[in-house]
């Protein structure tokens, strides 16, 4: 119930392999990376300012810059709010004025830090309330007997346009979709692709594609394959990470009746 | 599932759907559950709603099962209702708002879109004076065709159906069905209904049918509510 | 009007309605019947409907009463009526719960709160009638103040705001502003949080709650501005 409450699991997963994927997690501002870090720290939010949360803040920043992310100006006023307060730290004691200035800049980010916490676990237990439409549901209640004229209904045009949309979504929702583009049925393609490897014996992936310009082409020859893949009748397999991948047909098994 | 549990998951469901609901889309959506013991738990439900204090009753209606208000009370809940006009409930809502953008069709064309028999939903739009009779479809059966009212326009506060909101997705979605060549229609319905092999000519966009065909009141001819029952 | 009567005829009004009926409007609706005998009556279809094995249960709800099914059964209803459960993404669900807790509320007000820029998603709240504008601050540039609706209520079965969940931190962030001696950003939040001391207690009587207490949240005031139309 509260997986969409839960962060985002953070993995900078930038390490040279630039042909693989990763999940980039995704923060709902800066607050909320904060507080994601101080949990992984299993720190209190009392120690936002600890230098580990700063690294690896700056660290998350840098990550998003290296993808040639943009990162949204309230990370960066962040990432300036707590290099604030870690020079104001490094200040020799002495400099009680600039202690105080960054005590005072961390009680403040303490402070912002809690309530935005209160109000997720707020949302979470709001969350975890039986809700109407998911856990429960009302009765629409009973029309007015009799012919009482229209005009006594409470409606706006934007209740039509939503009731249209639901039906419309209900519809494209339970219409089995056969992906079809441009003029390139997914359908034939299978047989194309079939032969191809009936030739071969194995085929490597990209040679499958050779000699296609066409975009759609290769979408569709892609798809087609897929559906191969999951039908059983085709299987890819791979020479380690990043190499090539080879595609073989799977003889069909012997039917018992023949 | 056991015979209380039954009976108290139909009372939700019965509830839930404001439509009159078959004992066929019952017996759908509690698959677990023999047909027998559907009927069993029914017959219970409805003595329990049955008994002299209850202020709802579980009748036996055309479509199906249905929960009503007892006819005792008919005057407060009048009462009542007036003091605060009621929302349209989401079925009358979905199937005004289908023959606002598709008009004039047919009922097994907003069947085929809604996914449920609309009968008593049109019969009630009908009474309501939201929606109109206007003409039988050329197909196999002449159906009756469908179309909003001058009310109708009223009530959404509308001066005539070039009003009506745009809906991108109403394109999207034609276009989605058209790719894929099946499925209910969207436009054309009359094409790839297998009810209609052909029609009249439908206006392709909702902003074309025009609004003086609102004009007359057409109501010589209520729909059958034809008694279909799964 | 014998007491038998009374809570069928309640029964029958508040299934009628189908949105939450307040103790107000029933008491309007069934002048002759003091409000006294009404709670009564209320207090004891509660209990009826609260049986195990039943289908419906009687939840007070945004100010007033409402039918609803079962929590157990959500699955076959779902399935029954083949709708999706609302989308209630963690973006839309804090800034809800911000404005719940907060209202009336600027959107640079909830910004501040979030640390991000909340422009889309107050947009899809009004959409989706969980907010509502609710008038403007009188502050430089004359924001628009955003409040919740009797429809947040009604999602999340809340019978009134003081309903919302308790905010555990409350102590704990006072106690650190405090420490600081320096405001949060927004000005004396403390002021308008649902566990203040004022707070009508509600656990005794559900009949009790006063309409007063939630002016803001009645079903008897049309509800502002709509927001937008589509």
Redo the contacts between chains.
């Keep these: 119930m509260s997986e ?2 839960e962060p985002a699991v953070f993995k900078p997963s930038v390490d040279g392999d630039p042909g693989r994927r990763f999940r980039l997690p995704v923060f ?5 990376l904060l507080l994601h870090l101080i949990k992984r720290s299993e720190l209190d939010v ?1 120690e936002v300012t600890a230098s580990v949360i700063t690294e690896q803040y700056l660290e998350y920043l840098e990550m998003l810059d290296s993808l040639n992310l943009e990162v ?1 100006g ?1 990370y960066l006023v ?1 990432a300036a709010t707590l290099l604030l307060i870690k020079s104001f730290s490094l200040l020799p004691h002495a400099d009680a004025e600039g202690a105080e200035e960054g ?2 800049l961390k ?2 980010l ?3 830090l ?14 975890a ?17 009799e ?26 929702d ?5 992906i ?1 583009l441009r003029d390139i049925p997914v359908a034939q393609c299978i047989p194309l692709i079939l032969e191809a490897l009936a030739q071969g014996g194995r085929v490597e992936f990209a040679a499958l594609f050779a000699g296609f310009h066409d975009r759609p082409l290769v979408v569709a020859t892609f798809l087609a394959l897929l559906e191969l893949i999951r039908r059983g009748q085709v299987r890819a397999r791979q020479e380690g990470r990043c190499g090539t991948i080879w595609l073989d047909r799977i003889a069909p098994e012997p039917t018992p009746s023949a | 599932m056991e015979p209380q549990r039954i009976k108290a998951t139909l009372e939700s469901l019965i509830f839930a759907s404001g439509e009159p609901v078959s004992l066929a889309r019952l017996a759908a959506t509690l698959e677990v559950v023999p047909r027998d013991e559907l009927r069993k738990a029914l017959s219970e439900l409805t003595i329990e709603y049955s008994g002299a204090g209850r202020g709802i009753v579980l009748e036996q209606v055309a479509g199906g099962f249905q929960f009503r208000t007892a006819k005792d009370h008919a005057f407060y809940v009048r009462k009542l209702l007036a003091t605060k006009p009621p929302r349209l409930s989401r079925p009358l809502m979905e199937t005004v708002a289908i023959i606002a953008y598709r008009q004039p069709i047919t009922r097994p064309e907003i069947e085929a879109l809604r996914g449920v028999d609309c009968a008593a939903v049109i019969e009630t739009l009908l009474e309501r004076r939201m929606v109109r009779v206007a003409g039988r479809k050329d197909a196999p059966g002449r159906p009756l065709l469908y179309a909003t009212t001058p009310e109708f326009l009223e009530l959404f506060g509308l001066s005539d159906l070039n009003g009506l909101p745009d809906l991108s997705e109403l394109r999207e979605v034609e276009a989605a069905i058209e790719a894929v060549g099946a499925g209910p229609p969207i436009d054309e319905p009359d094409k790839r209904l297998p009810a209609a092999p052909e029609a009249p000519d439908l206006g392709s966009s909702q902003a074309e049918s025009s609004p003086a065909s609102h004009q007359a009141q057409s109501r010589e001819e209520p729909s059958g509510p034809s008694s279909k029952q799964g």
């Design positions: 969409e409450i709902e501002g800066p607050l909320d009392h949204a309230e962040m005590e005072e009680g403040d303490v402070a912002r809690l309530e935005y916490q209160r109000y997720r676990e707020a949302a979470e237990k709001l969350l309330r039986s809700i109407l439409g998911r856990d429960v549901f009302g009765a629409p209640g009973e029309p007015i007997e012919d009482s004229p229209a005009a006594t209904y409470r409606v706006t045009l934007f209740d039509l346009v939503e009731a249209l949309r639901a039906v419309l979504k209900r519809v494209t339970q219409t089995p979709r056969e079809t």
